[in-house]
Each structure stands twice: as structure tokens, then as C-alpha cells.
């Protein structure tokens, strides 16, 4: 009876090792196991609690099989494994001077991209481009006048002689000059600017919007636009005056008559200041009221 108990402990060890996939907990015996017990007399389970040749339950055996295989794993120099180290490029750019550089760089190019960007969007504009002519053209006449020379009647000729070549002499006729030429560009500007007055007086669009007060497209209408109607055509003589005289001549329209026209010109565009300032305070008193009653 023991020496056959002994050959199935030998084939469940044998099984055991072969096959990994059965759990440590099941307690069921192998069919092997249950036809030999078949018959017998012994009232005890020894299919589990049996001792085996050394001693051991098939438990203890199996854990210390468990036990070698993970001690062999362990130990084993094919499965260790190694960390891995990023291999060393002498010839690597990514220095930290590289970097700066690179980010130095990024950021030159990001700002003469924003500053183009934006010296397109403000040319591309006829109204900021006659607003910055008209800087440049007031700055260049008071430049003018500020650096006249002031050479009297009654100096000799070799002291005027010599104030000629002075830098005063030279800088402000010279500024005068140019601020002249450039009233006269602000002037072909002013081409483009009838029909935009025109389309403004038609859609209230130089209102800014839709506002509560009815005054202030009424106002920006017939005030504002409606006299802009008027000043272009005016200004449009008066350049033609001044730059075509033979032609003018024949129209009746002399350098003298120009200079009035162009007066005249100038109440329109006084009337446009005024109905502008009108329509700002308009406006601010209505924001001013939608700010109270949001607080």
C-alpha cells in the first residue's frame, strides 16, 4: 500500500512539474489518484495528506518547486536586464549656446514679423496713412519756422554771405519744401474719400455702431458725412487750381480763386470736427448709463 502511494506521489510531482497552469489551492486529486484509492479500506484522505518519501505534503513539494524556479529566474544572467544609456554624440549641436542662440534669434524674427504685420495693416489704411503724413507734414513746418534764419536788413554782405551757408539757412527752406509736398500728397488722398463719405451717409455706418440715442447716427450722418460730401469736391478744385493753372484758367478757376475754394473747404471740414466731438459726448453719456445700470 505505501509503495504504491509512493508511485502516484512520484506522477502528481512529475505532472506538477510539467504543468504550470493549475492552481496551488486546487485540492482536487488527479483521476490517477482517485481510481488507485478506489477500493481501498483506508479511511483517511491520504489523496492530500499523505506524507510523502521526505517527509513533505505535496503542498510543501510544489512550493519548493515554486521556489527553485523563481531562485533559477533570479540567477539567471540571460534575463537580467540592463539599463539603457543614451550612446554620447561628440558631434551633438544642442549646446546650451546653440539654444540661446536659437531661441534669441526666434525672437528677432517674431518681433520684425509683428512689426511688419502691423506697419501693413496701418499703410493698407488711407485715413492712417493720411494720419501719419499729416504728422510728418506739421512737424517739418515747424521745424521750418523754429530753425528760419533770422538774418536782418541791415547786415553786410559778407556776414549774409556767410549765414547762407549756415545750417539754418539750408535746413529750414528745405523742411519747408518737403511739408509742402507732402500737403499736396494728403491732397491726392483725398481722391479716395468722396465715396467712402457717400456710403457713410447712406448706411449711418460712421455712427460706430448701434446706439440707443437716434441722435448719434443722425448726427453722424448729415453732420459728419454729409459734409465730408461737400469737402472733398471743394478740396479737389482747389488742388487743381494750384497744380493746373493753364487749365484751370479757362474754367475760371485761378490760383487766387483755388485759395478761396480751398477756405471754403475748410468750414465743411470744421463742421465735420464739430458733429464728431457731438457724437462722442453722445456716446459717453450712454456707455456712462449702461455702466450704472450693470453695477
Not at 32 to 42: A, P, Q
Not at 158 to 164: K, L, R, T, V
Request: with cysteine; glycine share 6%; hydrophobic share 30%.
Amino acid at each position: 500500500k505505501h509503495r504504491g502511494q509512493k508511485i502516484i506521489m512520484s506522477q502528481i510531482r512529475q505532472r506538477k512539474r510539467t504543468t504550470n497552469n493549475k492552481d496551488n489551492d486546487d485540492d482536487s486529486p488527479p483521476p490517477d489518484l482517485l481510481e488507485c484509492g478506489r477500493g481501498s479500506d483506508s479511511s483517511s484522505s491520504f489523496e492530500k495528506y499523505f506524507d510523502g518519501d521526505d517527509g513533505t505534503s505535496p503542498n510543501d513539494d510544489n512550493n519548493d518547486d515554486n521556489n527553485d524556479d523563481k531562485y533559477n529566474n533570479n540567477n539567471n544572467p540571460e534575463k537580467e536586464t540592463t539599463p539603457m544609456t543614451k550612446p554620447s554624440n561628440s558631434n551633438s549641436k544642442n549646446t546650451p549656446t546653440s539654444i540661446n542662440a536659437a531661441n534669441k534669434n526666434n525672437n528677432n524674427n517674431s518681433k520684425l514679423d509683428k512689426f511688419l504685420s502691423t506697419y501693413c495693416a496701418f499703410t493698407a489704411n488711407t485715413f492712417t496713412t493720411d494720419q501719419a503724413l499729416k504728422i510728418l507734414q506739421w512737424s517739418s513746418w515747424a521745424i521750418s519756422y523754429a530753425t528760419r534764419p533770422t538774418s536782418t536788413s541791415s547786415s553786410s554782405s559778407s556776414s549774409s554771405s556767410s549765414s547762407s551757408n549756415s545750417a539754418p539757412a539750408v535746413l529750414s527752406p528745405s523742411l519747408k519744401i518737403l511739408a509742402s509736398e507732402l500737403s499736396f500728397t494728403r491732397y491726392v488722398l483725398r481722391f479716395f474719400g468722396f465715396f467712402s463719405a457717400l456710403q457713410g451717409y447712406r448706411s449711418s455706418s460712421w455712427s460706430g455702431g448701434h446706439w440707443d440715442n437716434p441722435a448719434i447716427s443722425k448726427i453722424a450722418k448729415y453732420v459728419m458725412a454729409g459734409s465730408m460730401m461737400l469737402y472733398y469736391p471743394l478740396e479737389y478744385a482747389a488742388y487743381a487750381g494750384w497744380k493746373m493753372p493753364a487749365l484751370s484758367k479757362r474754367k475760371g478757376l485761378d490760383a487766387e480763386r483755388a485759395n478761396r475754394v480751398s477756405a471754403a473747404s475748410c468750414v465743411f471740414w470744421t463742421s465735420y470736427i464739430v458733429g464728431d466731438f457731438w457724437c462722442s459726448v453722445l456716446k459717453w453719456k450712454e456707455l456712462k448709463g449702461r455702466l450704472g445700470r450693470v453695477r
